[in-house]
Nanobody, 125 residues
Framework: QVQLVESGGGLVQAGDSLRLACAASGRTLSNNAMGWLRQAPGKEREFVAGISWRGSSTVYADSVKGRFTIFRDNTKNTLYLQMNSLKPEDTAVYYC??????????????????WGQGTQVTVSS
């Protein structure tokens, strides 16, 4: 059973940047597409970004396109989310998620099967 542990969340001001990391343990995730999801207070969990298992292809939600960058380092079994120009509406718990091995779809919540406990990101105005 893979374990995903997110880190890097915190309290920042609008316009600041944060980098989230997701470390995987239990087995390698180099064969899994991965992604980031988020859930704001009182709202449903939503897709943020996804990346192919090779890291050669990415997809983003319209709300973060151009501001967030997802990338991975398979040698470290770690996934990242670089968040720039943060807005108060980015405030949420952010979850790292993995698809089944060799998953070819990573553009919606339904594509992911495993996720971590989440890390809180709070953006003040």
């Amino acid at each position: 059973q893979v374990q995903l542990v997110e880190s890097g969340g915190g309290l920042v001001q609008a316009g600041d940047s944060l980098r989230l990391a997701c470390a995987a343990s239990g087995r390698t995730l180099s064969n899994n597409a991965m992604g980031w999801l988020r859930q704001a207070p009182g709202k449903e969990r939503e897709f943020v970004a996804g990346i192919s298992w090779r890291g050669s292809s990415t997809v983003y939600a319209d709300s973060v396109k151009g501001r967030f960058t997802i990338f991975r380092d398979n040698t470290k079994n770690t996934l990242y989310l670089q968040m720039n120009s943060l807005k108060p509406e980015d405030t949420a718990v952010y979850y790292c998620a993995a698809t089944p091995p060799y998953g070819s779809r990573y553009g919606s919540i339904a594509d992911f099967r495993s996720w971590g406990q989440g890390t809180q990101v709070t953006v003040s105005s």
